[in-house]
């Protein structure tokens, strides 16, 4: 096995995983915050890059509807 190769995908499941831990967290902020996240938004916030939800995360306190959610997400689409 190519020690690149075992490089890359070590260094790529670690961002997954990183990723993965954010993902978690933001949604756990979102149902602290808003009480039931419609299953829309989940499936939207699954596919963002990982800066993107981050930048959400720091946001959080920012939103007071779901709607606001929506808006940032449609002012920094992709």
Same mark, same amino acid.
């Given at each position: 096995?190519n %020690?690149?190769?075992?490089?890359? #995908?070590?260094e790529?499941?670690? #961002? &997954?995983?990183?990723k993965e831990?954010h993902?978690s967290? %933001? !949604?756990?902020?979102l149902?602290? +915050?808003?009480?039931h !996240?419609?299953e829309k938004?989940? &499936?939207?916030?699954?596919?963002l890059?990982?800066?993107?939800i981050i930048? !959400?995360? %720091?946001?959080?306190f $920012?939103f $007071?509807?779901l709607? &606001?959610? &929506?808006?940032f997400? %449609?002012?920094?689409? +992709?």
């Open positions: 096995m %020690l690149s190769y075992s490089l890359r #995908a070590y790529e499941g670690m #961002a &997954d995983g990183i831990g993902f967290l %933001l !949604i756990k902020l149902k602290k +915050k808003f009480k !996240i419609p938004y989940i &499936d939207l916030l699954t596919d890059e990982n800066d993107t930048s !959400i995360a %720091l946001r959080i $920012e $007071e509807t709607e &606001d959610l &929506d808006v997400l %449609l002012v920094n689409k +992709k």
